[in-house]
């Protein structure tokens, strides 16, 4: 594998794995749906979800409860745990306060509900006041689930933020414990402004905002587990180096400059050290050091390119990463010390992309095959070996990343014509379209 100075590292940057195409498997079935943890085998809650009612006609208050609604909505229905009461189903009296819940209207079909969201808005102090209700409409003796007041700020980004907060509440309370990431973002790379650089967006598209200037190709953004810091690979001084930059001031952190090619930075589990890929030695090999850049480690020693490491977030002892020694990408594990080196997956085609699962059970990531030369994304089952395929025949689909929760995947996509972020169920249901300006890829998902 030749490495040419830019292309190399926007390269194969990722490569993934693969398995006979007998054992590549659909992800439509029930069964592979709840191996990869959408719900983990429960049944989807029936969730009515009533828009809150501004307590006032003041324009502004309206505005903000109509993106308050939205957002929420949107929040609840992209979780994947909830089968949400069509608005067309719901009953004509919608009730602000626990007193005006009649039962009966939201478990009787055709809203046949057994979760009830409901409250409403007020403008106190010239501040949106937000009280939200959960009920357990089935259970009219003791129905309260929860109950949440949010002040915010009469905008819209505050407004959002107190409607993620309910969503996340929500969703935690009845999807098993498990963290809703309504308060995450995604750092990707953008090149709307011209040159490549890194950008970040919240999880649902909203935001999205530049967080380089840098005139150059900056890729391979890569969160802290903290969030306070992104690691990238940047091109300002013509050569591919690790960049290290604060999310907290906003500036870049001093990192080593190593000779030759350093690209991929991969974090580990408690944030102390970054793996990533450098040819100091004369040709690309894994290396790891402390979080600063000191100590340095090499831990692969072959010919060829080994790139694109990412460690198992929840034992922190493993790492995967790309490697063209056997002729073609394909993925690789080893422990953090670059001991007990094997191959995931075999056969044919390219496979780039590795992306752990937070529960380190499956690596998703993306596949060229040879015979067709479609790219589409896949997860491995680490203790089976099974392969899941979670795109089809949608042009070219890339680079998967999973989200904290470990119910969604953020993938680029060229489907709708030009590359984009989208994200979708980890079964592969629900893609959405997060980015829509110029050329966007490369997403990283934060915690």
């Keep these: 594998m030749k490495i040419g ?72 229905e992209n ?7 069509s608005k067309s189903m719901m009953p004509e009296r919608i009730p602000s306060e626990p007193a005006e819940v009649v039962f009966a209207n939201w478990t009787d079909p055709p809203a046949a509900a057994q979760m009830l969201v409901f409250g409403k808005a ?66 990707f790379v953008s090149k709307r402004t011209g040159s490549e650089e890194i950008w970040v967006m919240d999880y649902d ?68 050290k970054v793996a990533f890929c450098s040819s100091m030695s004369g040709d690309p090999e894994i290396y790891v050091s402390d979080a600063n850049g000191l100590n340095l480690q090499r831990l692969t020693f072959s010919t060829g390119v080994d790139i694109s490491p990412v460690w198992n977030p929840k034992t922190g002892k493993e790492i995967a990463f790309v490697s063209d020694r056997s002729g073609t990408p394909q993925i690789y594990s080893m422990t953090s010390d670059g001991t007990n080196l094997h191959r995931l997956v075999s056969v044919g085609g390219d496979a780039s992309s590795p992306s752990w699962s937070p529960n380190g059970l499956f690596i998703a990531y993306h596949w060229r095959v040879s015979e067709t030369g479609t790219y589409d994304i896949y997860v491995i089952e680490i203790a089976t070996g099974r392969i899941i395929q979670l795109t089809h ?37 629900d893609p959405r379209k997060l980015t829509q300006d110029g050329q966007n890829w490369g997403p990283n998902w934060s915690n």
């Design 205 to 272: 598209g909203f935001n999205q905002r530049p967080i380089t200037s840098y005139k150059s190709l900056s890729i391979t953004p890569r969160w802290s587990p903290d969030n306070t810091r992104l690691a990238f690979t940047s091109y300002t001084s013509g050569n591919p180096e690790i960049t290290m930059f604060s999310m907290v001031t906003n500036r870049r952190i001093p990192f080593p400059t190593y000779k030759g090619l350093n690209t991929t930075p991969a974090w580990s589990p408690d944030g102390t």
């Design 79 to 85: 979780a994947g745990i909830f089968e949400l009461v």
């Design 393 to 429: 025949d949608a042009r070219r689909n890339e680079h998967p990343v999973w989200s904290p929760d470990g119910r969604h995947v953020a993938f680029e996509s060229t489907r709708s014509g030009s590359r984009q972020i989208w994200s979708m169920l980890a079964d592969g249901r």
């Design 122 to 187: 007020e403008s106190i102090n010239q501040s949106l006041v937000i009280s939200g209700r959960l009920f357990d409409v089935r259970s009219p003796t003791n129905p309260s689930v929860l109950g949440k007041r949010y002040v915010a700020t009469m905008n819209e980004v505050a407004t959002r933020e107190a409607a993620h907060r309910f969503a996340n509440e929500i969703i935690q309370t009845l999807g098993g414990g498990v963290p809703g990431i309504a308060m995450t973002k995604i750092a």
């Design 5 to 76: 100075k830019r292309r190399s590292a926007g390269l194969t940057l990722a490569v993934a794995s693969v398995a006979a195409l007998a054992f590549v498997q659909s992800a439509s079935t029930q069964d592979d749906w709840i191996k990869i943890g959408v719900n983990l085998g429960a049944p989807s809650i029936r969730l009515a979800v009533a828009e809150l009612a501004p307590k006032s006609v003041e324009q502004q208050l309206v505005s903000m409860t109509q993106i308050f609604n939205t957002t929420l909505r949107n929040d609840l």
